[in-house]
């Protein structure tokens, strides 16, 4: 999965594996069938500690993905 204008590399370590075990089919069918808000909200609570724990310009990376992932679902409800 490729998020445009993101390194991957700028990722820490637990997130990059993330998001390189991410099926690009299924996270579709998910965003299709779920509110997109309810997902940001899930996922801005669930790592919510994730971030606390990240640099400055790992938060800023991770807020791009976050953003990128918004963006598709939203295009998929369309």
Do not use: C, H, Y
């Not at 390194?7 to 299709?32: K, S, T, W, Y």
């Not at 309810?38 to 971030?51: C, H, P, S, Y």
């Amino acid at each position: 999965m490729s998020f445009p204008g993101l390194n991957p590399e700028n990722l820490p370590e637990p997130v990059r594996q993330l998001f390189q075990n991410i099926d690009p089919g299924a996270l579709v069918q998910m965003a299709a069938a779920m509110d997109p808000q309810a997902v940001m909200d899930f996922l801005n609570n669930t790592l919510g500690a994730l971030r606390q724990s990240m640099k400055p310009e790992e938060a800023a990376a991770f807020d791009q993905v976050l953003q990128s992932l918004m963006l598709a679902m939203q295009g998929q409800k369309k």
